[in-house]
């Protein structure tokens, strides 16, 4: 069974404070994809990055970054830099190999950045 | 890029009733497709995955009677949520993998259907 962890239920910044959203994810597929989404009030969900298993290098894009480490089975998502459009709920998902498309979302963390 | 249409965004309906929900990938193949649901301030669940032109597999959990999944075509789903109760109130939400790369064909959402069940 695969699951994933957001423990972060909701984060509180002031605009231009950095951020760490946490993900921590389980699965017995050698072969899997990470996500993060983004879900504004509107409810649509914006993708913001897919992770494969067998790639541990870290990425950054503009204020976003995201650290994958296999190790300590975690994705964590850090915006850097905090500004209000940022508000809205993040989900991170997991996918495998074997089912891949069929995504287990953590709990999601309610993101609020204050002016 | 990739777009996935799904219709309505948003409907109210009365207790009773049945609903039909459409998720269209507009400018590529689907041959699965995968419905959510979403509750008020939680996550997303997998109700069922759906593919072209056979069953759709449901999660533990779903009465497959009452959402009828039907995927006739390589660019249409529909859910269709029949007598519809309170409880069925919620956000819908489809995806659509693309046909190329197998295991890692990007995943498309659409937008959602936000319904209410009076």
């Known amino acids: 069974a695969q699951k994933v962890t957001q423990a972060q239920t909701e984060i509180s910044v002031v605009e231009k404070e950095d951020v760490t959203l946490d993900c921590v994810y389980e699965?017995?597929?050698?072969?899997?994809?990470l996500f993060w989404y983004k879900q504004p009030p509107s409810g649509e969900l914006v993708f913001l990055i897919r992770?494969?298993?067998?790639?541990?290098q870290n990425e950054i894009s503009g204020r976003y970054s995201w650290n994958f480490q296999k190790s300590t089975s975690s994705f964590n998502f850090t915006i850097t830099a905090s500004q209000v459009v940022d508000s809205a709920v993040y989900f991170c998902?997991?996918?495998?190999?074997?089912?891949?498309?069929?995504?287990?979302f953590g709990q999601g963390t309610i993101l609020t950045v204050h002016p | 890029g990739a777009v996935v249409s799904q219709h309505p965004s948003w409907v109210i309906c009365k207790s009773g009733t049945s609903v039909k929900i459409e998720c269209r990938s507009l400018d590529f193949q689907a041959t699965t497709m995968f419905w959510y649901r979403q509750f008020p301030k939680q996550s997303l669940m997998l109700m069922a995955t759906s593919n072209e032109g056979s069953k759709a597999t449901y999660e533990q959990g779903v009465e497959k009677d009452k959402f009828l999944i039907n995927h006739a075509s390589l660019t249409l789903s529909t859910l269709t949520v029949t007598s519809a109760h309170p409880e069925d109130s919620s956000f819908y939400i489809c995806s659509a993998r693309t046909v190329g790369q197998a295991l890692s064909g990007a995943l498309h959402f659409g937008n959602g259907t936000r319904l209410t069940v009076t």
């Open positions: 992770r494969n298993s067998f790639d541990e």
């Open positions: 998902a997991l996918t495998g190999g074997t089912s891949y498309g069929k995504l287990t």
């Open positions: 699965t017995r597929d050698t072969t899997y994809y």
